[in-house]
């Protein structure tokens, strides 16, 4: 593992312009469940599958049950403190800040890049952080969505409001695409992490990457694993915290 570490730290020393792309697994270190590990969503009972109540048909036709698991399971209104970045979230920033990542592309949706500093972050699913009245589009901020019960509703007309995210069943943001797509492009170096690249049209955005050094970090095998320069079957927090920028 040391050997693999001075890898990557020989690349990322070398790298002009790295581009993150993450997945659930990096905010799994913060306490956030993932959709698709032994303890994941997928792997929990309840009324409906977890796909079925995150689609935008079942928002539209009970938002009650959509929003019943949407808090308790994607807010987690009920945990003690709300989920902090971790050792990942804090490299990249620091990466970025010292200019030698140009963006995260990621498919969460909890705001922790940007809560640990990153300022270009492309949200393919969406964030919790965004939310707005379907009536009227007036928008609101998480505090405001923690503060309510139930479905919230918007203060100004009543109408409900719908978090800002991708559910299944919903197209993924074109500009948002667009500026990903983008920046893997002018990217020398693609680092992959916490993700197992299962879920399109997200995973396919990794094929315009044309640059030097692929790099995987996950503790499971991807799909990019037979193109990858460097595969380090780790935690994302640990493997790049232990890096130096």
Do not use: W
């Not at 993450?22 to 469940?33: D, W």
């Not at 009920?78 to 995260?104: F, I, Q, T, Y």
């Not at 964030?127 to 928008?139: A, F, P, S």
């Not at 790099?215 to 640990?238: E, F, H, R, Y």
């Amino acid at each position: 593992m040391d050997e693999k570490i001075a890898q990557l730290q020989k690349i990322v020393d070398e790298a002009k312009n790295i581009v993150f792309f993450g997945g659930a697994g990096v905010s799994t270190e913060s306490g956030i469940p993932d959709f698709r590990s032994v303890d994941g969503l997928y792997n929990q009972k309840y009324d409906y599958p977890p796909e079925t109540i995150l689609s935008h048909g079942f928002f539209m036709h009970n938002p009650a049950g959509f929003y019943k698991f949407y808090r308790d399971k994607i807010l987690m209104e009920d945990a003690a403190e709300r989920p902090k970045p971790n050792a990942a979230h804090l490299k990249l920033a620091e990466m970025e800040e010292k200019g030698k990542l140009s963006a995260v592309i990621t498919q969460n949706i909890d705001g922790l890049h940007q809560a640990a500093g990153s300022k270009t972050v492309y949200e393919l699913h969406g964030t919790v952080l965004q939310n707005y009245c379907m009536d009227c589009g007036r928008e609101f901020d998480l505090e405001y969505m923690m503060e309510t019960e139930g479905v919230p509703k918007c203060d100004k007309c009543g109408g409900i409001i719908k978090p800002d995210v991708v559910l299944y069943e919903e197209g993924l943001d074109g500009t948002t695409m667009s500026g990903a797509i983008n920046a893997i492009r002018a990217a020398d170096v693609l680092i992959i992490g916490g993700t197992s690249l299962v879920v399109y049209p997200a995973a396919g955005l990794i094929d315009y990457f044309r640059g030097e050094h692929l790099v995987v970090i996950n503790k499971g095998a991807t799909s990019q694993d037979q193109n990858a320069d460097l595969c380090i079957a780790d935690s994302i927090g640990k493997v790049l915290g232990s890096i130096t920028v």
